[in-house]
T-cell receptor, first 115, second 113 residues
Framework: DADVTQTPRNRITKTGKRIMLECSQT?????MYWYRQDPGLGLQLIYY???????NKGEISDGYSVSRQAQAKFSLSLESAIPNQTALYFC??????????????FGEGSRLTVL | AQSVTQLDSHVSVSEGTPVLLRCNYS??????LFWYVQHPNKGLQLLLK??????LVKGINGFEAEFKKSETSFHLTKPSAHMSDAAEYFC???????????FGAGTRLFVKA
């Protein structure tokens, strides 16, 4: 089983619908992240959380919200999806051991298409 | 300002020939540097990392990279490409002082038989 699991892996939805992408991890890491990947742009940080009570906006948080339900769970929501939110979304984790080096551990991605 | 530039969006090599994927960075602080690989429909997997120890870093699957501070480069190399190396590769800078991670735009590697 993967250490960082994302659901759903693929989702097609319509403009205006609410969408939730879920992430769970078994690595025991405190820190969790949501990234968005668009072709030719690398990965951009949407939100990150350093523990259950800590939520921080990233570079491109507009139109997104998150919830850290537990140390192991971090969900990303699109309250009203729009076509330019069509992208590949990644959840990632890190911990204090890797914090000093910045190493991230990624899920396999959730591909979202908004029609 | 900190930034990462991957100098080639696409690289094509023949199987058995060397691979060179180029990465330059800009940072006011001593950075940690990474290369990640992304195979189709998969997440990003760490290939190797530089964290201010040896400047020549060896990673998985025969890849290595050399940190050159004077050239602000961290190029990824492999002596002999294999078909399974076909993937997208990301150069990443981590700014320790600001806990900020910056991704390059990615280089897609094609390997011809």
């Amino acid at each position: 089983d993967a250490d960082v699991t994302q659901t759903p892996r693929n989702r097609i939805t319509k403009t205006g619908k609410r969408i939730m992408l879920e992430c769970s991890q078994t690595k025991g890491h405190d820190r969790m992240y949501w990234y968005r990947q668009d072709p030719g742009l690398g990965l951009q940080l949407i939100y990150y959380s350093f523990d259950v009570k800590d939520i921080n906006k990233g570079e491109i948080s507009d139109g997104y919200s998150v919830s850290r339900q537990a140390q192991a769970k971090f969900s990303l929501s699109l309250e009203s999806a729009i076509p330019n939110q069509t992208a590949l979304y990644f959840c990632a984790t890190s911990d204090l051991t890797s914090l000093g080096t910045g190493e991230l551990f990624f899920g396999e991605g959730s591909r979202l298409t908004v029609l | 300002a900190q930034s990462v530039t991957q100098l080639d969006s696409h690289v094509s090599v023949s199987e058995g020939t060397p691979v060179l994927l180029r990465c330059n960075y800009s940072s006011s602080y001593s950075p940690s540097l990474f290369w990640y690989v992304q195979h189709p429909n998969k997440g990003l997997q760490l290939l190797l990392k530089y964290t201010s120890a040896a400047t020549l870093v060896k990673g998985i699957n025969g890849f290595e990279a050399e940190f050159k501070k004077s050239e602000t480069s961290f190029h990824l190399t492999k002596p002999s490409a294999h078909m399974s190396d076909a993937a997208e590769y990301f150069c990443v800078v981590f700014i320790t002082g600001g806990f900020k991670t910056i991704f390059g735009a990615g280089t897609r590697l094609f390997v011809k038989a």
